[in-house]
C-alpha cells in the first residue's frame, strides 16, 4: 500500500455530529498487511528498530510527527534510558557450530543486552539462559531494560542440546546516549476552535519484536483508524494518537504534555487486539468515566465480551490513570495480557492473528467513537 492512498473507510454525514462509517471490503487484508510488514521489524523501547516503525507509520497518515528525546532526560521520576542497538548475536559451541543465532529469531537475544565477546562454562552461561519448561517448543520474550545483563531465549528443546562444558558468547551491541523516540498524531476537531476542543487519547505501544498480537495488532489498527477521522467532515473533539515504548514512552508523554493533560476528555490504550479471543475491556481507574461506560456497553451488549476492572498491572493505562494523572484512559483487548499461552512467545507470530480479529477489532473502535467521542455531553 502507497502512502496517501484511497480512504479506508466511506464516510457519510448524517449531521454535523452523527455519521456512521462503512468499511471497504478489502479492509481485513490491508490490516493484515500492515502486521506483516511490522512483524520483522527488531524493536525495542529505543533504537533503530523502533524509528523504523514509526518511519513506516508515517508514510502511511498525514501530519504524523516523529520526537526524539535525548538519553539522560528526567522524565516525572524516572530517566530516559541509552539507546541499545543489536548487530549481531550468537551461542556456538568450540567447534565453532552455531547453536543460537539472533538472525534466525529476533526473540533470541534477551532485549538490552549488554555487548560479550567471551568463552564461558556451562555453569556461568546457566545464569543467562531464559526457556519455557511447560512449552518446550516455543522462544520466550525477556528484557533488561533497567539493568546491565546479558542472556539468551531459547527452547527447551534447544536448551537440552547444551550438553557441553564451554561454548563461546558473541553478542554484538551497543548501548549508550541516544534518544527515545516516540510518535503522535492530532486530528484537530473541526466544531470547535482548536485550542478549545477536548481531546481523546489513544496510546499504542510499538516497542515489541517479533510479537504480531502485542503489539502489532494494534499498530495495525491505529493506522487505520486515523486514515477514517483524517477524512471525516465533522469533529467535536480532538483525536491524539501517541505510539510510544511501553511505560518509559506513556511517562515521557505525560512530562512533556501536562499542559495538555487537562484537555483529555476519553482515552483508550489499544493492545493484543488481533487475535480470536472476544473483546476484553479494562477499566480506567476512575471505573465510572464516560469511555468505561459506553465500552463496556459495547463490549457486553454487541460482542460478548468482558468488562475487568483496573489494576496497576498490563500496559500504559497504569501510567495514565496513576493518582497523579488520574485520567479517564482504559485499554481495549481481545485476549487479555498475561491469559493466552501465546502471550509474549515466540507463537504470538503471523498464524496467530487474524484478518478476521483485526477487522472486528477495528469496528469495535469505529463503534465505540461515535457512541462515547461525538454524543457525550
Wanted: glycine share 8%; charged share 20%.
Amino acid at each position: 500500500m502507497g502512502p496517501q492512498s484511497e480512504p479506508l473507510f466511506h464516510i457519510k454525514d448524517i449531521s454535523p455530529i452523527e455519521r456512521y462509517i462503512v468499511p471497504m471490503e478489502n479492509l481485513p487484508d490491508i490490516l493484515y498487511n500492515h502486521v506483516k510488514d511490522i512483524f520483522p521489524i527488531f524493536r525495542s523501547i529505543t533504537g533503530r528498530g523502533i524509528r523504523k516503525t514509526l518511519g513506516y507509520i508515517a508514510t502511511r497518515v498525514k501530519n504524523f510527527s516523529i520526537y526524539h528525546i535525548q538519553s539522560g532526560t528526567k522524565v516525572l521520576d524516572w530517566t530516559v534510558p541509552d539507546e541499545w542497538n543489536v548487530y549481531g548475536a550468537t551461542l556456538r559451541r568450540t567447534t565453532g557450530e552455531v547453536v543460537i543465532d539472533w538472525a534466525w529469531c529476533n526473540l533470541h537475544l534477551m532485549q538490552y543486552s549488554i555487548p560479550v565477546c567471551a568463552r564461558v562454562s556451562r555453569k556461568d552461561l546457566e545464569k543467562h539462559l531464559y526457556w519455557l519448561s511447560d512449552q518446550p517448543d516455543l522462544i520466550p520474550y525477556r528484557t533488561s531494560y533497567y539493568k546491565k545483563d546479558w542472556g539468551f531465549c531459547l527452547s527447551a528443546h534447544q536448551y537440552a542440546q547444551l550438553t557441553d562444558d564451554e561454548y563461546d558468547v558473541e553478542i554484538r551491541t551497543e548501548l549508550g546516549p541516544g534518544h527515545l523516540s516516540y510518535g503522535e498524531v492530532v486530528i484537530p476537531a473541526t466544531m470547535t476552535a482548536g485550542d478549545e476542543a477536548d481531546e481523546v487519547l489513544f496510546s499504542i505501544h510499538c516497542c515489541h519484536p517479533a510479537l504480531a498480537n502485542d503489539n502489532a495488532s494494534s499498530i495495525a489498527i491505529a493506522v487505520e483508524v486515523i486514515r477514517a477521522l483524517q477524512e471525516t467532515a465533522h469533529r467535536r473533539l480532538s483525536y491524539r494518537f501517541v505510539f510510544i515504548p511501553g511505560t518509559i514512552g506513556s511517562i515521557t508523554w505525560l512530562a512533556r504534555n501536562e499542559d495538555r493533560i487537562g484537555r483529555i476528555r476519553h482515552g483508550l490504550v489499544m493492545s493484543c487486539l488481533g487475535d480470536a479471543g472476544k473483546p476484553t475491556y479494562k477499566q480506567s481507574r476512575q471505573g465510572n468515566a464516560p469511555v468505561d461506560r459506553y465500552a463496556a456497553y459495547l463490549v457486553q451488549t454487541r460482542w460478548g465480551g468482558k468488562v475487568v476492572p483496573f489494576e496497576p498491572y498490563g500496559y500504559d493505562e497504569r501510567q495514565y490513570c496513576s493518582p497523579g494523572f488520574n485520567l479517564p484512559v482504559g485499554c481495549l483487548m481481545r485476549s487479555p495480557n498475561g491469559q493466552f499461552e501465546q502471550y509474549h512467545t515466540s507463537a504470538d507470530n503471523l498464524d496467530f492473528v487474524t484478518p478476521e480479529g483485526l477487522y472486528a477489532s477495528i469496528g469495535f473502535i469505529m463503534d465505540l467513537i461515535p457512541i462515547c467521542f461525538c454524543y457525550d455531553p
